[in-house]
Structures are given as C-alpha cells and as structure tokens.
C-alpha cells in the first residue's frame, strides 16, 4: 500500500513539482500551498510523512507547521526543505539531537532537492512507496 505524503510549499511551480515526482514514484500526495491549507488536510487524514517548506506564508511558518505536526503526530517523518541558506547565507540542519529538538524536522535538506536524495531520505526514514 502506498505511503500518503503531505506536500506544504507556497511556490506552486516547486509543488507541482515535487508532486508529480512523487506520485510517479508511487506515493498519494496531499500538496497544499499554506499551514492553514495543511492543517486543514490533516484533519481530513492523517499523512504517513510530511514535506515542509520553511518560508510558506511567513518566513518561519516551516518551524511552526513541524513543531504542529510533531506535537500532534510525534511519529511521523518530517522533512523541511529550504532555500534559506542560499538567500540568507544562514546554515542549519537536523543532523544533531540538539538542532532535532528545536527544529523539529528529521531530515533538512537545501533547495533546489534532487528527487533521488528526498526519496532516498523518505526510504530511510521506512516511507517507501
């Protein structure tokens, strides 16, 4: 059985995206545009996985949005994918307890994401298609 992904990203272009990527790889996915969009799709079924934008409608509503779905889901996998260090030259990552535990997220990954690499991250943390 296929996993279910939610999909949260405000630029359509990369949504539409990712979103075709995944669904050809075998996936359902649930791709929104905004947290409130996301929260909304939640209540309607729960995703086996979650692959968060950063900057959605603000510039930190990706913290908040793995912060929502960790507090709610604590075992689901989270992915957060950005483009900050590019544009702000600030660097951070999931790779220590410490950062885990603030950012909330399993796995950061830089934009643009190689579709091999997301798959590969979703297959390490059991989200196969």
Known sequence: MAHNILLVDDDVDYLTAMRLQ???AGYHVTAVESVAAAQEAIKEQVPDAAI?????????????????LKKNHPSMPV????????????????????ERAWIKADVVLAKPVRFEQLERELSRLGVEA
Do not use: N, Q, R
């Open 52 to 68: 968060v934008d950063l900057m959605i409608d603000e510039p930190d509503d990706g913290f908040s949005m793995c912060h929502f």
């Open 22 to 24: 995944l669904e050809s």
């Open 79 to 98: 992915i957060l994918v950005t483009a900050v260090t590019s544009e702000t030259g600030l660097d951070f990552d999931a790779s220590t307890k410490e």
